[in-house]
C-alpha cells in the first residue's frame, strides 16, 4: 500500500446521502479476480445509460471534473455490501481521498486498507465543500499528519480518524507483516483454546 | 460480584489476543467463512507474498453468488465460471473443505453455517460478505470484512478491531399473527433509520426476541447491516441449543452438555449497561413493504407511499424524489394497489425451510397470477432436499412458481436470475438499491408471506386478510 500524508487535488460533489456500494460498482463487475481495472465500472449505472452512452446529467461525466481527486459526499457513505471492489474503483478512477458527514464502518475500514483517506467532517462543512465545488472549480488540501483540510479560499477544518488507521496510511505498512510480529502471542491464544475448549 | 456483562463484552474479552494502548485490539477468530466473489484477490495476496492459510480447518467456503440455480451446470458467463473455477483452485491448493456446486452441503453461506452446525454461540465469525450478521442469531460475534481483511484472516487467524459500542434493541410485547420477524426487522428500520446501528454491535431482547425460532432470528440478525450495524445479536437460550443439538460440527455427548452451558453462561447479564438502547412494541407492528430505494424506506401493507413534502430536510426531499421516481410510484398511492412482475423467495434473509413452509401455506390450491413471475430458490442444497420431502415443490410448482437449485440468486442477480429494467419485483431479500435485482428493476421488500400473497394476487396485500380461517 502506497503512503499517503499530504493531498491536494479537485473537488468531484456528489451531493447525495446514503451512497451504498451497490451505486459504487454493480455486482455484474464483481466477477473479476484481480484487485486492477475496476475504475471504469464506477457509478456506472449512474454514469451510463442502457446503450453505454455517458449520462450528461450526471455530474462525474462534467469535464470540469475529470482531474478531481477527492470526493465528497452526504451521510452513510459506502452502505450496504462489503465489497472492497467499491474502494478499489473509486481508486482506479483517481480518486484518494473521500470526504463524507458519515461513513458505513465496512467501507471506512475498506478504505484504510488501500491507502485511500476516509475523512469525516460535519453536516454543515460537507456542505461547504460541496457548494463550493458545484459552482466552481474547487481545489483543497488535506494533512493526515495535522488531520487538517484546508481550502484554496478560507475554508479551514480539522477531523478524527482512529490512530491506529492514520498510522497504517502515512506510513503504508503491509498490515499482515505487522500482525506476524505478534506471531507467538497468537500461537499462544491457539494452545490455550487447544487446552480448554480441544479446539 | 464482578461487573454484568453484555455477551458482546463477554465474547470479546475471551478472544483478545493482544492488547495495546491507543491501538484496536488483536482479536482472534474462530471461524471463517469464504465464498468466491470475495475471496480471489485475497488469496492472489498470499501468493504474492508467500504466505499460507494459518489455520484451513477454521475455514469453510461455498459457491453462492454466481451459481446458475437452473441448468446447474451451464455456465454461459465465462467470468463466472472462471471465479468459480478459482475458488476451487485455491481451496486445493490451501487445504480449505469445499462445498462446491456439486456438494451435497452446498448452499447460501449464511443457511449452511448454521445447518450444519459450524455457526456456535461464543465463536468470532467472519465472512467477505455483510450479511455475516445473520450467525448472530446463536449469540456469536459475526461481521462482513472486506477482501483485504479476508487475507488477513487467511494468514494470522485474526483482525485488528476497536471494541465495539452496543446497542439494545428491545422488542417489547409479541408480535401479531401474521406478522414475522421480517416485518420486525423493517419495521425497526423504518423507524430508526439505515445507520443507527453505525458503530456499534446490536443486542435484539425482550419477550417478542424470545419467542422467535431460531430461523426467524436469523432473518432479524440478517437485516442488522441495513441498520448500519456490523454485527447483531440474540443472547444464546434453550431456543439456540435445542436448534444446535445433533448438528454436524456440533460438540457430542458430554461435550456437548459443557458446551451448552458454557453457552448459556455467555448470555446477557442483568443488569449489564448498553451504550444506547432503541425500543419498539412489537404489537404495533404490521406486515411491512418497502416503497423506496433503501430499506428504511418501508411503511405497513395498509399505509400509503410518503410524499417529499413531508420531509424535514432538503436532502431528505430529494431523496425521497429520487427514490420515488427510480421505483416510478407517485406519492399518496396506497402501496397496495402497487402492481408487480415477479415474485423472489429467496436470499439469507428468507429462504430457510420455515420461510418456505409459510410461503408454501398461502399459495397451496392457488395460482400465481397471470401477470407475474414467481421463483423459489431455497437457501441451501439441504434445505431443497427437506422441503421437497414435504412436498413443498409440488405445492409451489402447481401454484406457478419454479422451483430452483440453491444460490443466491436474484437477491443480487449476479447469476441469470436478473429483474429486467423498469420492471418490478416483491422479495424477500435484503435490500432495495438501485438496481440490485438488475440495472433499472425495482425491489419491493416483504416477508415470505406478503411475496407469496402478492404472487396470488399481482398487486402487494394484507396477508392477514388472506389466512382467515375456511369456515368448517
Known amino acids: 500500500m502506497e503512503p499517503i500524508r499530504k493531498h491536494t487535488g479537485l473537488v468531484y460533489p456528489l451531493n447525495r446521502s446514503n451512497i451504498d456500494t451497490d451505486q459504487i460498482i454493480p455486482k455484474q463487475f464483481l466477477k473479476r479476480i484481480s484487485r486492477q481495472g475496476f475504475g471504469q465500472f464506477l457509478f456506472f449505472n449512474w454514469r451510463f445509460d442502457s446503450e453505454g452512452t455517458p449520462k450528461k446529467e450526471f455530474s462525474l461525466n462534467d469535464p470540469k471534473y475529470k482531474d478531481a481527486s477527492i470526493l465528497v459526499a452526504g451521510e452513510n457513505f459506502g452502505c450496504g455490501s462489503s465489497r472492497e471492489h467499491a474502494p478499489w474503483a473509486l481508486q482506479d478512477f483517481g480518486f484518494k481521498v473521500i470526504i463524507a458527514s458519515s461513513f458505513a464502518d ?6 484504510t486498507k488501500n491507502g485511500i483517506v476516509p475523512i469525516q467532517l460535519t453536516e454543515e462543512e460537507t456542505q461547504v465543500l460541496i457548494d463550493r465545488s458545484e459552482s466552481d472549480s474547487y481545489t483543497i488540501s488535506i494533512d493526515l499528519e495535522q488531520k487538517t483540510v484546508n ?14 488507521q492514520r498510522e497504517m496510511l502515512l506510513n503504508g505498512w503491509d498490515e499482515i507483516a505487522v500482525t506476524l510480529t505478534h506471531k507467538s502471542k497468537i500461537d499462544q491464544f491457539e494452545a490455550e483454546l487447544q487446552q480448554s475448549r480441544g479446539e | 460480584m464482578n461487573k454484568p456483562k453484555t455477551i458482546v463484552e463477554k465474547i470479546w474479552d475471551q478472544h483478545v489476543v493482544h492488547q495495546e494502548q491507543d491501538k484496536p485490539d488483536l482479536l482472534y477468530i474462530d471461524l471463517h467463512l469464504v465464498h468466491e466473489v470475495t475471496s480471489p484477490q485475497a488469496f492472489e495476496g498470499l501468493r504474492l507474498k508467500s504466505r499460507g492459510v494459518r489455520r484451513p480447518d477454521r475455514t469453510f467456503a461455498t459457491m453462492d453468488h454466481n451459481v446458475p440455480t437452473i441448468h446447474r451446470h451451464i455456465i454461459k458467463d465465462q467470468v463466472s465460471k472462471t471465479q468459480m473455477d478459482t ?4 481451496c ?52 462482513g470484512i472486506g ?41 425497526i428500520i423504518a423507524k430508526y433509520g439505515v445507520r443507527f446501528g453505525t458503530g456499534y454491535v446490536l443486542e435484539y431482547t425482550g419477550e417478542a426476541i424470545q419467542s422467535l425460532s431460531m430461523e426467524a432470528r436469523m432473518t432479524i440478525c440478517n437485516m442488522s447491516i441495513e441498520a448500519g450495524a456490523r454485527a447483531g445479536l440474540i443472547s444464546p437460550d434453550e431456543t439456540t441449543i435445542e436448534f444446535i443439538k445433533g448438528k454436524r460440527h456440533a460438540p457430542k455427548g458430554s461435550d456437548f452438555e459443557k458446551a451448552a452451558k458454557d453457552w448459556k453462561a455467555l448470555a446477557t447479564d442483568q443488569g449489564a449497561t448498553y451504550d444506547a438502547t432503541v425500543e419498539i412494541n412489537a404489537d404495533e407492528v404490521e406486515p411491512q413493504v418497502t416503497w423506496g430505494t433503501n430499506p428504511g424506506m418501508c411503511i405497513p401493507v395498509s399505509a400509503s407511499i410518503p410524499s417529499p413534502d413531508q420531509a424535514n430536510s432538503a436532502n431528505a426531499k430529494d431523496e425521497i424524489s429520487r427514490a420515488l421516481e427510480y421505483m416510478g ?19 439469507c434473509t428468507n429462504s430457510r425451510l420455515s420461510d418456505l413452509q409459510r410461503a408454501a401455506e398461502i399459495v397451496r390450491g392457488k395460482k400465481v397470477n397471470p401477470s407475474v413471475t414467481a421463483i423459489v430458490v431455497p437457501g441451501s442444497h439441504s434445505v431443497k432436499v427437506s422441503a421437497e420431502k414435504e412436498g413443498l415443490d409440488v405445492i409451489f410448482k402447481q401454484a406457478g412458481f419454479e422451483w430452483r437449485d440453491a444460490g443466491c440468486s436474484m437477491c443480487l442477480a449476479m447469476n441469470d436470475d436478473v429483474v429486467p429494467p423498469g420492471e418490478r419485483c416483491a422479495s424477500t431479500s435484503n435490500r432495495n438499491f438501485e438496481g440490485r435485482q438488475g440495472t433499472g428493476a425495482r425491489t419491493h421488500l416483504v416477508s415470505p408471506e406478503m411475496a407469496a400473497a402478492a404472487a396470488i394476487e399481482g398487486h402487494f396485500v394484507d396477508v392477514r386478510k388472506l389466512t382467515q380461517p375456511t369456515p368448517s
Open chain 2, 87 to 90: 475458488l476451487k483452485q485455491n
Open chain 1, 106 to 111: 465496512i467501507f471506512y475500514n475498506n478504505c
Open chain 1, 151 to 164: 481550502g484554496s479560499d478560507d475554508f479551514h477544518a480539522s477531523f478524527e480518524i482512529p490512530e491506529y
Open chain 2, 92 to 143: 486445493d491448493e490451501f487445504n480449505i473443505p469445499l462445498a462446491d456446486i456439486d456438494h451435497p452441503d452446498q448452499g447460501i453461506v449464511h443457511v449452511i453455517g448454521p445447518e450444519l452446525g459450524l455457526t456456535q454461540p461464543g465463536k468470532t465469525i467472519v465472512c467477505g460478505d455483510s450479511h455475516t450478521s445473520t450467525h448472530g442469531a446463536f449469540g456469536a460475534l459475526a461481521f
Open chain 2, 329 to 347: 410510484l407517485e406519492a399518496g398511492q396506497p402501496i397496495s394497489s402497487v402492481k408487480i412482475d415477479h415474485v423472489f423467495i429467496g436470499s
Open chain 2, 147 to 187: 477482501t483485504s481483511e479476508v487475507e488477513h484472516v487467511l494468514a494470522t487467524q485474526t483482525l485488528w478491531q476497536a471494541r465495539p459500542k452496543t446497542l439494545n434493541v428491545k422488542v417489547n410485547g409479541q408480535l401479531g399473527k401474521g406478522v414475522t420477524a421480517k416485518d420486525l426487522i423493517l419495521a
